[in-house]
């Protein structure tokens, strides 16, 4: 390896890896200078299925040309950092994308934007547009451009030397360290292990494409430009020429380069009318353009949000109503937007629109679709911990319980818990012959004692999943911050682990000292197997039962072989001799795979198939609480049914050996409201159907409310970003929202 000077990777010191100025990429040393190609070509891979879907789904492949000209707005500081072999490089190069000088960048497309986004050294390119301009589509259209590039890199050396390209919408970023943020969402969204989401972005090894800067609040958008100056990868920022000209009022990206999109010239336009079906309105609508530029019609026909609009406005069902708009009389582009978008929601919804009937009126869709854009628009929103009005134009289903009083969800889960541990104790208690202490059995008792504890358990199970949040506000109000680095404690693990061993380790109910040691063992399980839960490495590409491999590592055994102690050690010294313990001990071990199950569960494991529209997500979330849930309470079950077989054996209550039969009774009695509490703990599921029947209740929602977001997603009502919904427009939210409020109650 030649001998050269070596930077570091960004501003504030190492962070990027060590790069050569000699710009040989060729000639970097392997082993710090290349991503893990596994997981780039996996995450490359995740990155495009997630984007080419949006594309179908956006009808980008009747693409209205994106045009872009160098910006004179005052938002790029004095000095581009254009390619220069002698200036050390900050951020990773792109292999064989040319280094652009001063005079290359003045106007192009899209894959002119390519070549500004990895010629530019500095790595910092913003890309401004009016509403309705198209950033979004030009960021989605740059991004698969990006991974084309990539793809073209056939030799693996040269593409482990090329950065990943992910777009995020910024919206949701709460001030933290963007590295910190970026790992999250790499975690989240594409199901990559945060270790390894954290050495992709310390290498350089991601490029950030981030859309909706403009919807961020306005100090968090400074906020957001001091970090992404350090950020260590290349940076292309989409925002409304405004906001971001106001955010760089104290200070502009080093060395950024500044564009901005042009309109949609009356060419470019006809030429996408010309794709319509060649009937005599869009005839008569193209004349118009072309014999009349200056009119108002004319004038607002020139962004894509406009042009997709009229696309969607006017299904061939529908469009002699096209005559009528060309007849109307339109004074400002504002009344023309109106008018498309008020036919939007109806031609959608409206009968005969698609092969087969919707499954929602018209009016409930515009009423329910009304209630979740004034919703978006009033979105309590804490900064910092201080409560503070705003919007939001993101959508996530695991945050729609704040739109609800919590504490009948909680109540509706506590007496489903009762019924379900009436319904467990009743078999366990009665043809399994359970015994909670001498005088105290039998079904009678089962139904009384299961009550209790199924109201009890399904009360902490919905307080619990109520708390739990992707960022918990409670932790918001406390002015409790993240770890600087990942995670070092997963809550709901440890307090999983230690209600179970608490219950395995307590061989007499009316024994203080019994509960003293047992509840000690389940808090020091617990907190082994809570820390534990972070430390374990995820694989790519592990899915399916492949997952389990974890099983066999040190975070696993640890608290498992610690858990099977402790309840020997209870039962030892309940008992006095080992003679119990001993055998309960070891079936404890065996059966206390609970611990291993949901520490395993809780890392944040690589998937194959990552997890990139809500309603997989939804999906997903309710057989991963079903699975996990019922692993955990039937362990739980047989390690109780196990204990009670034996101790009945070893006190003489069976002379005749011991009594499996009664086994199934109590695994299948326990299981019921253990599996119920442990899957509604960890599920968003639960609680967000509980949400959607407030609403029904109320007549707000449907009842089914996930499946009216997925068929508003179907109908171009929404798009999808990551686990989140947004409108398709964020003027079509605000005409919902507006609709909504002046409309006359039901």
């Known amino acids: ?92 190069s792109v292999p064989n994308v040319a280094a652009l000088g001063d005079g290359a960048v003045r106007e192009g497309g899209i894959p002119e934007l390519l070549s500004v986004y990895g010629g530019v050294a500095s790595g910092r390119v913003v890309v401004l547009g009016a509403p309705g301009a198209g950033k979004s589509d030009a960021a989605l259209l740059t991004v698969l451009r990006a991974l084309d590039h990539r793809d073209t890199l056939r030799e693996g050396t040269r593409r482990a030397q090329c950065p990943v390209p992910v777009l995020l919408s910024i919206v949701g970023w709460d001030g933290r360290r963007l590295d910190d943020w970026l790992a999250a969402r790499l975690a989240d969204d594409y199901r990559v292990g945060r270790k390894q989401a954290e050495e992709l972005i310390e290498g350089g090894w991601i490029s950030l494409f981030l859309d909706s800067f403009d919807e961020m ?25 405004d906001e971001f000209e106001a955010a760089v009022a104290d200070g502009h990206l080093l060395g950024a380069v500044a564009l901005e999109l042009s309109p949609v010239p009356t060419a470019d336009a006809v030429a996408f009318l010309r794709t319509m079906p060649g009937l005599a309105p869009w005839q008569r609508l193209i004349a118009h353009l072309e014999n009349e530029p200056d009119s108002t019609l004319s004038q607002t026909l020139s962004t894509p949000l406009i042009l997709t609009l009229l696309r969607d406005a006017f299904p061939p069902r529908r469009l002699t109503d096209l005559d009528d708009m060309l007849a109307g009389r339109f004074v400002s582009r504002h009344e023309v937007e109106e008018y498309l978008l008020g036919r939007l929601v109806k031609i959608r919804y409206r009968p005969g629109s698609s092969a087969s009937r919707p499954a929602y009126e018209p009016r409930n869709a515009e009423r329910w679709l009304g209630y979740v854009a004034g ?42 818990g009762a019924l379900l541990g009436a319904s467990g104790c009743v078999l366990a208690y009665g043809p399994g012959r359970h015994i909670a202490w001498d005088g105290f059995r039998g079904i009678e008792f089962g139904a009384v004692y299961g009550s209790i504890v199924g109201i009890s358990f399904g009360a902490g199970a919905g307080a619990l999943a109520e708390l739990r949040d992707p960022v ?23 307090i999983l682990v230690a209600i179970a061993v608490t219950v395995m380790a307590l061989p007499d109910l009316t024994n203080p000292v019994s509960w003293t040691v047992a509840i000690a063992a389940g808090l020091l399980t617990g907190a082994l197997a809570g ?66 199950v949901v520490v395993v569960a809780a890392r944040p494991a690589s998937l194959a198939e990552p997890v990139t529209d809500p309603y997989t997500s939804w999906r997903q979330d309710r057989n991963f609480a079903l699975v996990t849930g019922t692993i955990f309470g039937f ?60 609403l029904r209740l109320r007549g707000d929602f449907p009842l089914r409310g996930m499946r009216f977001l997925k068929d508003a997603y179907d109908h171009r009502i929404f798009r999808a970003e990551g686990a989140s919904y947004q409108f398709r427009h964020a003027l079509l939210q605000d005409k919902l929202a507006r609709d909504r409020e002046h409309a006359p109650p039901l």
């Open 1 to 92: 390896m030649p001998a050269g000077p070596v930077v570091s990777g960004g501003p504030d010191g190492p962070g990027g890896g060590a790069l050569r100025t000699d710009g040989v990429d060729a000639s970097w040393d392997q082993g710090r200078d290349a991503m893990p190609l596994e997981v780039g070509d996996a995450l490359a891979r995740a990155v495009r299925r997630q984007w080419q879907e949006a594309a179908r789904q956006r009808k980008l492949q009747q693409e209205i040309p994106v045009r872009w000209h160098r910006t004179r707005r005052p938002v790029a500081g004095e000095g581009v950092v254009w390619g220069d072999p002698d200036r050390p490089r900050l951020v990773r």
């Open 217 to 241: 609040a306005d100090d968090l958008r400074c906020a957001a430009l001091r970090e992404i100056d350090r950020a260590a990868y290349r940076v292309v920022i989409f925002s409304r020429p």
């Open 375 to 416: 919703r978006m628009n009033k979105q309590e929103t804490y900064d910092h911990g201080r409560p503070a009005s705003g919007r939001t134009y993101s959508l996530d289903w695991r945050r729609l319980h704040y739109w609800a009083s919590p504490w009948p969800r909680i109540a509706v889960t506590a007496l489903t």
């Open 472 to 494: 918990p506000r409670w932790r918001e109000r406390l002015h409790v911050q993240d770890a600087p680095h990942r995670r070092r404690f997963h809550p709901a693990t440890g």
């Open 531 to 596: 820390f534990a839960a972070t430390r374990i490495p995820a694989a790519p590409g592990w899915t399916g039962w492949s997952r389990w491999r974890g099983l066999h590592s040190w975070p696993v055994l640890a608290p498992a072989g610690l858990a099977g102690t402790c309840v020997a050690l209870s039962f030892w010294q309940d008992h006095g001799t080992p003679d119990r313990g001993l055998p309960i001990g070891i079936v404890s071990m065996l059966t206390v795979g609970i611990v291993g």
């Open 635 to 694: 362990c739980i079950s047989l390690a109780l049914g196990v204990n009670q077989v034996i101790g009945a054996t070893s006190e003489g209550a069976a002379a005749d050996g011991p009594d499996w039969g009664t086994l199934p009774f109590i695994v299948i009695g326990f299981g019921l409201p253990f599996a119920y509490a442990g899957g509604i703990a960890i599920s968003d599921h639960w609680r967000t159907s509980l949400l959607f029947l407030q």
